[in-house]
């Protein structure tokens, strides 16, 4: 499938590479098909991903690997409510945090409250609310003392 992309221009995926977000994302309820996609060449493994709509080529959320900016990171959630992305095996489990990169980059944030959790063996994901109430959703990467 080709899809339009706000960064890369016009590219080819195939259909295992799209997640489907029953609910949508939280403000983009009727957007639900996205892609990953990442800004390197090569083996790098890059700090920041870009989450892309496969239906809206203006739509791409910068995503981080929880695990770069908290290496306990870990949330709560109610098992029900991962349901519907079906029986995630540990090496299917992919959790990302969207990020907000504003004109001051030193204010990049994360939001560690509302993580993306995804099933790559079902290619199904669901944002959710995390229990953790230490979490928050503007999580500065660079802390100023």
Same mark, same amino acid.
């Given at each position: 499938?080709?899809?339009?992309?706000?960064?890369?221009?016009?590219?080819?995926?195939?259909?295992?590479?799209?997640?489907?977000?029953?609910?949508?994302?939280?403000?983009?309820?009727?957007? +639900?098909?996205?892609?990953?996609?990442?800004?390197?060449?090569?083996?790098?493994?890059?700090?920041?991903?870009?989450?892309?709509?496969?239906?809206?080529?203006?739509?791409?959320?910068?995503?981080?690997?929880?695990?770069?900016?908290?290496?306990?990171?870990?949330?709560?959630?109610?098992?029900?409510?991962?349901?519907?992305?079906?029986?995630? +095996?540990?090496?299917?489990?992919?959790?990302?945090?969207?990020?907000?990169?504003?004109?001051?980059? +030193? +204010?990049?944030?994360?939001?560690?409250?509302?993580?993306?959790?995804?099933?790559?063996?079902?290619?199904?994901?669901?944002?959710?609310?995390?229990?953790?109430?230490?979490?928050?959703?503007?999580?500065?990467?660079?802390?100023?003392?």
């Amino acid at each position: 499938m080709k899809v339009k992309t706000r960064y890369f221009g016009e590219i080819e995926i195939g259909d295992e590479k799209i997640i489907h977000f029953d609910e949508g994302l939280f403000g983009f309820e009727e957007y +639900k098909d996205f892609t990953i996609l990442y800004d390197v060449e090569g083996d790098e493994d890059p700090f920041f991903s870009w989450l892309q709509c496969t239906t809206e080529q203006g739509l791409a959320f910068p995503v981080v690997n929880p695990q770069k900016v908290d290496p306990g990171y870990n949330p709560l959630v109610e098992d029900a409510l991962l349901e519907s992305i079906g029986e995630i +095996k540990e090496d299917d489990l992919v959790v990302l945090l969207m990020a907000t990169v504003p004109s001051d980059v +030193k +204010k990049t944030s994360v939001n560690k409250k509302a993580p993306l959790i995804i099933n790559a063996g079902t290619h199904k994901g669901i944002q959710i609310v995390a229990e953790n109430q230490d979490y928050e959703v503007k999580f500065y990467l660079i802390q100023e003392d």
